[in-house]
């Protein structure tokens, strides 16, 4: 996606509605989000797009964390043949007030962290 580029799959939820408590949830995509991002990703085609979430807040700190599951198809990089792939990809995201977020700041992991 291009800066000022509408996103292809958009799934905006208001930050006031989001809970302590985690919340899931699905999303799927529509065939048109499919071949947008298709497009994006230069796949021959997306057949299914989905995600099973989870989000909770802490603070002003958002957290969601899931899976994403697709079955695509991607020109082979010889011949450029239809491939047909799975994905299924673990996703976490914090999302931080842009205020708190210091890009040039280190942060400490331990064996527990994801």
Do not use: W, Y
Not at 5 to 15: D, R, V, W
Not at 55 to 66: A, D, F, N, P, S
Not at 83 to 109: H, Q, Y
């Amino acid at each position: 996606m291009s800066e000022g580029s509408a996103p292809e799959f958009p799934h905006p939820i208001k930050l006031d509605v989001i809970e302590g408590k985690p919340r899931a949830f699905k999303l799927s995509a529509s065939p048109v989000e499919r071949a947008a991002l298709a497009k994006r990703f230069g796949l021959i085609g997306i057949q299914t797009f989905t995600s099973a979430l989870s989000i909770h807040r802490e603070g002003q700190t958002v957290h969601l964390k899931g899976t994403i599951t697709a079955k695509v198809i991607a020109p082979c990089v010889a011949t450029g043949d239809p491939v047909p792939l799975a994905i299924k990809e673990p996703l976490t995201i914090r999302f931080v007030p842009v205020e708190t977020f210091a890009p040039d700041s280190e942060i400490e992991l331990d064996a527990n962290d994801d």
